[in-house]
């Protein structure tokens, strides 16, 4: 970088070459210093990378991990017939209930897994358990919908990128 600094005539004199000759010096000087300077860059953003796995993967095994705390207080929800013809039930538990009437975007606030409830509960039933009307449960159980296939969505794409970067063995 210093010799960059000098003034070409200066530094001509000083190396008794022509100026042509310290301007080629200093072209050949300022292309190593841009390279270290995109190498740099390239191992910051490799270490971003790396850190960003290290966190999905965290985070991935946080969402794998079951509920640690069992679910307690569960509401039936008549969800049709089975195949065996007798009514099938989902058990939405009241904190389930809870978070539907309560929260402006239920289903960001729930689990996979009590999306999955929601979607399987008959529409009615649901309706009759938050003590709403059935378009209203629709339109509950289709943002459920929407949720639970942009998680997935997330996942999928998470597993990819994680299949490709695994698959990359000249990382340092």
């Not at 929601?118 to 159980?141: E, F, I, M, N, T």
Request: overall charge negative.
């Amino acid at each position: 970088q210093v010799l960059m600094d000098v003034p070409r005539s200066d530094l001509a004199k000083e190396l008794a070459q022509s100026e042509t000759k310290a301007q080629v010096l200093q072209d050949t000087l300022q292309q190593v210093l841009d390279r270290r300077e995109e190498e740099r860059q390239s191992r910051q953003l490799l270490e971003l990378y790396l850190e960003a796995l290290k966190t999905e993967d965290s985070v991935l095994s946080k969402v794998a991990e079951p509920q640690a705390a069992p679910r307690k207080e569960m509401d039936v929800v008549d969800t049709g017939t089975s195949s065996t013809g007798s009514p099938a039930k989902t058990a939405l538990s009241a904190q389930i209930l809870a978070a539907l009437r309560e929260k402006p975007a239920p289903e960001l606030c729930l689990d996979s897994q009590d999306l999955e409830l929601v979607l399987k509960a008959d529409r009615a039933g649901l309706a009759s358990a938050l003590g709403w009307d059935k378009q209203k449960a629709g339109a509950l159980q289709a943002a459920c919908d929407q949720e639970l296939s942009k998680r997935l969505q997330q996942v999928q794409t998470l597993q990819s990128l994680r299949s490709m970067s695994k698959g990359k063995k000249t990382l340092p």
